[in-house]
């Protein structure tokens, strides 16, 4: 099995500010070690701040790291940008990222031309992305008509315009209602299938639990524990089919569970 992602030793810091002038050193990321296999869906936990958005962007090559090593597919995040980033495509849960004044079909048309998608290529793929992702009969519809389901089910569409091979999803769920939810959790399972590596940050623990082939509980810029969610709960619950909430509260919240 072929590693996607590597991540060693990866720290982040920069300065803030304590008070009206005092410098104060923030550490977002505290050495973290992980691999990511290839077609595995990758969960990476923890509440705001503890430093998951921070290596998401030094993963899609956003934000350069302090020290330590960021990987894809072998090539480095930092300096190997042009040979990472039409690998990779990253999505944010919400409404932001795409025109709403116009149709579905024309975001992902111009979504196509920014990665520089050949139109022979254009023309058969978003199609098949528009049936992916469910949205048969009204593509040509202004996006500012959509709800937030179908908005967010555009934006899976959207982030694999240049049909990448790592997917990162940033709170793909935030605000959908349970129906909307669980067709976005389908349409991720259905990308595992073809072979898509992903990972993908969440507060939901049923959904970690139900999609992620192993997570990473982070907090305070450290890992916690890597692991199966089967192998968490067993772990630090004695029992494979407790809550995967539970554990994370346990870890991360430092509550006791009886």
């Known amino acids: 099995?072929?590693?996607?992602?590597?991540?060693?030793?990866?720290?982040?810091?920069?300065?803030?500010?304590?008070?009206?002038?005092?410098?104060?050193?923030?550490?977002?990321?505290?050495?973290?070690?992980?691999?990511?296999?290839?077609?595995?869906?990758?969960?990476?936990?923890?509440?705001?701040?503890?430093?998951?958005?921070?290596t998401i962007k030094v993963l899609t090559t956003l934000l350069a790291p302090s020290s330590g090593e960021a990987k894809i597919f072998g090539y480095d995040c930092f300096g190997g940008e042009k040979l990472i980033r039409d690998k990779i495509n990253f999505i944010f849960g919400g409404e932001r990222g795409l025109y709403w004044r116009l149709s579905a079909y024309e975001n992902l048309q111009y979504f196509g031309d920014i990665y520089k998608v050949p139109g022979r290529i254009?023309?058969?793929?978003?199609?098949?992305?528009?049936?992916?992702?469910?949205?048969?009969?009204?593509?040509?519809?202004?996006?500012?008509?959509?709800?937030?389901?179908?908005?967010?089910?555009?934006?899976?569409?959207?982030?694999?315009?240049?049909?990448?091979?790592?997917?990162?999803l940033d709170e793909p769920t935030i605000g959908l209602d349970p129906i909307g939810a669980k067709d976005l959790r389908n349409i991720i399972l259905k990308l595992k299938e073809e072979g898509k590596t992903i990972l993908l940050t969440t507060h939901y623990m049923h959904e970690a639990d139900e999609l992620c082939d192993r997570i990473a509980l982070i907090n305070n810029g450290e890992l916690i524990d890597i692991d199966t969610p089967k192998q968490l709960k067993f772990k630090h619950l004695k029992n494979e089919s407790g809550s995967l909430e539970d554990v994370y509260i346990k870890l991360i919240g430092g509550n006791e569970i009886a």
Do not use: W
Not at 19 to 37: C, D, H, P, Q, Y
Not at 145 to 165: V, W
């Open 1 to 54: 099995m072929s590693v996607a992602i590597e991540v060693d030793n990866l720290k982040r810091t920069y300065e803030g500010t304590l008070g009206m002038t005092k410098k104060k050193t923030i550490e977002a990321l505290r050495g973290i070690s992980f691999k990511v296999n290839e077609g595995e869906i990758f969960g990476l936990l923890g509440p705001n701040g503890a430093g998951k958005t921070t």
């Open 122 to 168: 254009l023309k058969e793929r978003i199609p098949k992305l528009i049936k992916l992702v469910n949205l048969e009969g009204r593509e040509h519809e202004k996006v500012e008509s959509f709800s937030k389901g179908m908005k967010q089910r555009l934006q899976i569409a959207r982030g694999l315009i240049n049909d990448p091979k790592i997917l990162f």
